[in-house]
């Protein structure tokens, strides 16, 4: 191998100097500033990457101050205050909120806000605000995918929507997708390798993003993966990425099924709301023909009219916050299962031309070419970043799923205590009824 | 034989000790297989005396039962009988069909017997009749000695509850029925998290404890609709002692009206023997009209005329005199049943209405602490 950068990827921190001294890339521009990409021309071709200020995205940092970073490497451990567990100090905060809607007379559309809050050297502004659309968080995603496809790109919400089905401008629908758009990017911004994408720079910063520009930014690693070729069989997956597979494979089951099971306690939920409805009803017009009773059945009414709302409030949690994250996951998981084949696919090239050369050179002599080496540099290369990838994703993983659970088992503890307070306080007028009607009788 | 005024159920211990499975064949001669039940009964004197004597007993079917009350309702028409259980499980929960032989159901029938009798046997009045006493005591020829007694021509066609109550009912059912559906949904969870948890290895008892929770909330539904099914009994010997009282009243405005009418027909009748004697016409009729214009009667007519009258009239008198007593006894004595009634199942339903927002409470309770748990277990086992 003629380039003598460090490879060992244990670690997130590592990462940042195998960018910088990409493989594929170090015989060409070494150190060269920053990831590998070629900004400059692009500048002046598109007037229209403007944020009022004169954006320049192509200095970035100096390798001694990269280098300084990586020494900051913190607690590889999720602390609290860092559920997507980074490890490393943050310096790059995103935020999704504030949804519009806009009338056109093309079309109409829902657009976000985008704040950023950082003190990185890649951004000119301490602060951002933007407004995106979810097409522009999509063509983000795929930008990132096609640029750093050794990496697991956090999902997006389901792009399509039965136009029929569901009502793409009501309330519930647009907060649901604008949490998950917070999630991704937020998700994104804490990748120690996502996040320093041009691609996603130009999405925080651009005023008016054009989208037409990301041609240009095609790294040289996103280049060569992209056009690894296909035919190759593989002969052995290492056994960890087996194991990946395995597991996506089962996880992907698994949660299918309990969304399954979910939709339908759903669907349980709503008919028994119906008829618990009706229950409260009949308790009402049964005290209207009564005298004694009549404020006991209205209390017992107003008891089920009591549990039949937080019942409610319960439903809307389970679809609003619990549903999603499993889609969210389902989907990741899919992507993810995409960078395995496309994994096995590298490996698979790299094994059929070491063959091809290693024969010919049992033939006659030629020695093994430098393509066949670039081959297994990207072989380990995206084996590596795979690896921390999933560590990563696994740390997150138990994060978003703890979060979850405990969260649907808090919201349940609330519909108890919403319904067991209604009861408590019926049983304080009933009590007070009957010594009423004690002393009543004994005057 | 009985003395007056002396409470049955004071000389008698009377129980519904077992049900048991029967065949036969019925009055049409078809075999069906039918449920009776074990009367039993002891002299209190006996007991008092420290002898410890075997019960006399005989086997009732639920058949006789209701023949029994129908007869007291007829027979006493302003007292207000007590309920007997359901005649058929048609209020089932969670069970595929409405099964008389099902032994929760022979049981509730059974302790709903013995209620009844309980309280006929210890109602000031009742507890005075004498086919009230055969019927514990005479195992056959009961039922002819009640067919004797003529009782069934005074039925009243309005022995049967009113629908009014069947909406309640079917509503709490499906709200049963409903709820039962949800928990046992959720019991699915169960194995799907046992499942995932496999897979994981610092999630994974966190993932087990949450799937035996799920297992455990679906299994609670059991308890909840039991106790459900408690408080509907309660409710309906409530519903239709409601609808006996009503009846009472009803019969109570049809004598009231008997009475009107056997008053006023007196009246018109004096009127006519007055008119008649003295050949005054007091009030303006065609019949004093035609009189004038086309001359009176001959005196032998007359005469027929007056001693008819006066025979009608003095059955008119027995009449109202009887009409009036019965008027009287009614009012007296329904407006003692229904404030004693009334006033008790008032207070009855409300301890029934407490006791359900208690389990409610105690549902609720236990619900959220069990959730609490779990929650708390997968906090603990997850290290991340």
Redesign the interface.
């Known amino acids: 191998m003629s380039v003598g950068a460090p490879r060992g990827l244990a670690s997130s921190g590592q990462k940042l100097i195998t960018e910088i001294l990409h493989p594929l890339s170090a015989a060409e521009e070494p150190l060269s500033p920053g990831p590998d990409v070629t900004i400059s021309a692009e500048k002046d071709k598109e007037p229209g990457l403007t944020n009022g200020t004169p954006v320049e995205i192509s200095s970035p940092a100096s390798a001694s101050v990269l280098l300084s970073r990586l020494q900051l490497d913190g607690d590889p451990e999720a602390d609290a205050h860092d559920p997507f567990g980074s490890g490393e100090p943050r310096d790059l905060f995103v935020t999704v909120d504030d949804p519009k809607k806009h009338v056109s007379t093309m079309e109409t559309y829902i657009t976000y806000r985008v704040s950023t809050k950082t003190t990185r050297i890649e951004f000119d502004l301490p602060e951002y605000s933007v407004r995106r659309r979810y097409q522009d968080f999509d063509w983000l995603r795929i930008k990132l995918e096609d640029s750093q496809p050794t990496h697991l790109v956090p999902p997006l919400p389901e792009k399509f929507v039965m136009k029929g089905v569901v009502d793409r401008f009501s309330e519930e629908f647009v907060d649901t997708r604008m949490k998950a758009l917070d999630k991704f990017l937020k998700r994104v911004a804490d990748h120690p390798v996502l996040s320093f994408n041009p691609h996603l720079n130009a999405f925080l910063t651009a005023k008016d993003l054009n989208k037409r520009q990301g041609l240009a930014l095609l790294t040289k690693v996103g280049e060569s993966v992209k056009n690894v070729a296909g035919g190759y069989k593989l002969r052995a997956r290492p056994a960890e990425f087996c194991a990946m597979g395995e597991y996506l494979d089962t996880f992907s089951q698994k949660l299918g099924t309990i969304d399954r099971i979910a939709q339908r306690i759903l669907r349980e939920q709503s008919e028994y709301l119906t008829e618990l409805r009706e229950y409260g009803a009949v308790y009402s017009t049964w005290a209207g023909s009564e005298e004694q009773l009549q404020r006991p059945l209205e209390g017992v009414a107003g008891c089920v009219t009591t549990s039949c709302g937080a019942l409610e409030d319960l439903s809307d949690n389970m679809s609003q916050d619990f549903l999603p994250v499993l889609r969210e996951y389902i989907l990741y998981i899919e992507s993810m299962k995409n960078v395995l084949r496309k994994r096995d696919q590298v490996q698979a090239e790299y094994e059929g031309r070491l063959e091809a050369a290693v024969l010919r050179k049992q033939e006659d002599r030629t020695p093994i070419p430098v393509e066949v080496e670039k081959c297994q540099d990207k072989v380990e290369c995206f084996n590596a970043d795979l690896k921390a990838d999933w560590e990563r994703w696994q740390r997150n993983k138990r994060q978003d799923f703890k979060h979850l659970l405990t969260g649907m088992a808090d919201k349940n503890i609330s519909y108890y205590e919403k319904s067991q307070a209604a009861w408590e306080s019926l049983i304080t007028l009933l009590q007070e009824k009957q010594t009423e009607d004690k002393t009543s009788e004994t005057n | 034989m009985l003395t007056e005024g002396s409470c049955l159920l004071r000389r008698m211990e009377i129980s519904v000790a077992e049900a048991e499975k029967r065949s036969g064949k019925n009055a049409v001669s078809i075999q069906e297989t039918y449920t009776v039940y074990l009367v039993e009964t002891r002299p209190m004197d006996a007991i008092a005396e420290g002898h410890n004597p075997p019960p006399d007993s005989l086997w009732r079917r639920y058949s006789e039962f209701e023949l029994l009350r129908n007869y007291l309702i007829v027979t006493y028409p302003y007292i207000v009988v007590p309920p007997l259980p359901e005649k058929r499980a048609e209020f089932v929960w969670h069970k595929l069909s409405a099964d008389n032989m099902d032994p929760d159901f022979v049981e509730r029938r059974r302790i709903g017997l013995e209620n009844f009798l309980l309280r006929v046997a210890s109602h000031p009045v009742l507890s005075n009749n004498e086919m009230l006493y055969h019927f514990l005591t005479k195992e056959h020829g009961w039922k002819e000695m009640v067919y004797e007694t003529g009782f069934q021509a005074k039925a009243d066609s309005r022995l049967r509850a009113l629908s009014a109550t069947f ?2 009912f079917s ?2 059912q ?2 049963a ?3 039962y ?2 928990y046992k ?2 019991g ?2 169960g194995r ?2 046992s ?2 948890s496999a ?1 994981e290895k ?2 994974g008892d ?1 993932l087990q404890s ?1 799937g035996h929770h799920m297992d455990a909330y679906a299994a609670s539904v059991d308890d909840i609709l039991e106790e459900e099914e408690h408080y509907a009994d309660q409710l309906k010997e409530y519903l239709s002692y409601a609808e006996a009282v009503r009846a009472v009243c009803r019969k109570h405005e049809l004598s009231q009206f008997e009475l009107e009418m056997a008053s006023q027909d007196l009246i018109s009748k004096k009127q006519q023997r007055e008119e008649l004697a003295t050949g005054i016409v007091r009030t303006f009729s065609l019949k004093g009209m035609t009189n004038k214009l086309f001359g009176q009667e001959a005196p032998e007519q007359r005469d027929a005329k007056l001693n008819l009258l006066e025979e009608l009239i003095a059955e008119g008198e027995e009449t109202v005199k009887e009409k009036t007593a019965e008027c009287d006894e009614h009012a007296e004595k329904a407006w003692a049943d229904i404030v004693r009634f009334k006033d008790q199942k ?2 009855d ?2 301890e029934a ?2 006791n ?3 389990m ?2 105690s549902m ?2 236990k ?2 602490v069990w ?2 748990l ?2 708390d277990n ?2 603990l086992s ?1 290290d ?1």
């Open positions: 909406r309640f509503v709490l499906r709200v029925d409903r709820l559906a949800v949904v959720h699915n969870y799907v998290f499942e995932w897979i610092e999630m966190g949450a008032d207070k339903l409300q209405l407490i359900y927002a208690l409610q409470i609720c309770k619900l959220a959730t609490r779990t929650a997968y906090q997850d991340s």
